[in-house]
């Protein structure tokens, strides 16, 4: 089973200040990873995929990088309703589908 | 756009099976795979299992000797049930729309807005 580690579990951010997030693998990846976004009282929300790609509809100030076991998710500039929870999620090797243990941004 | 619904019961006691459905709108099953994943204050996010339309499926190991994900084209649903449930079980349950590609199934988009379900006698 490939392990999702994020890094680190809380992270205290000013609106309008950057915001980097950590995600490693147990082994490779390759780019076969996507990031979700989670609000209080909702389900989670695709964010990126393929490491790098934005999905439909999700603002330029997010952007993802990385390939094999280390990967981040950087909000460039944060804004009041970026602060949530972020989690990191593996599909490359499986089953299991798996999961990091998420990032809280909280307001500083 | 496609939207996901889950329903069922919010208690069940233990030892009993859990069963829940998700309902598809706006769109029909085939030609994808629709999943089941789990959030526990203690486990985090935790994938169950994905059908696809015609009814193939894969579980997670963990999970694989009690669970059983079925599919209804006709009624755009698709079922989970969970046997042998236990104050672990005690999780949100969400559904979820997986896309997939030559290499396989890949990320969760959408999601149902998840169903709380409780493990108590």
């Known amino acids: 089973e490939v392990v999702m580690t994020q890094s680190p579990a809380t992270l205290s951010v000013s609106p309008g200040d950057r915001a980097t997030l950590s995600c490693w693998a147990s082994q490779s990846v390759n780019s076969n990873l996507a990031w979700y976004q989670q609000k209080p009282g909702q389900a989670p929300k695709l964010l990126i995929y393929?490491?790098?790609t934005r999905a439909t509809g999700i603002p330029a100030r997010f952007s993802g990088s990385g390939s094999g076991t280390e990967f981040t998710l950087t909000i460039s500039s944060l804004q009041s309703e970026d602060f949530a929870l972020y989690y990191c999620q593996q599909y490359n090797d499986w089953p299991p589908l798996t999961f990091g243990g998420g990032t809280k941004v909280e307001i500083k | 756009q496609v939207q996901l619904q889950e329903s069922g019961p919010g208690v069940v006691k233990p030892s009993e099976t859990l069963s829940l459905i998700c309902t598809v709108s706006?769109?029909?099953?085939?030609?994808?795979?629709w999943s089941w994943i789990r959030q526990s204050p203690g486990k985090g996010l935790e994938w169950i299992g994905y059908i696809y339309y015609t009814g193939s499926t894969q579980y997670n190991p963990s999970l694989k000797s009690r669970v059983t994900i079925s599919v209804d084209t006709s009624r755009n649903q698709f079922s989970l049930k969970l046997s042998s449930m236990t104050a672990a079980d005690t999780a949100m349950y969400y559904c979820?729309?997986?896309?997939?590609?030559?290499?396989?199934?890949?990320?969760?988009?959408?999601w149902g807005q998840g169903t709380l379900v409780t493990v108590s006698s």
């Open positions: 706006g769109g029909s099953l085939g030609s994808y795979y």
């Open positions: 979820a729309r997986i896309n997939f590609s030559w290499k396989g199934v890949n990320w969760f988009d959408p």
């Open positions: 393929d490491a790098s």
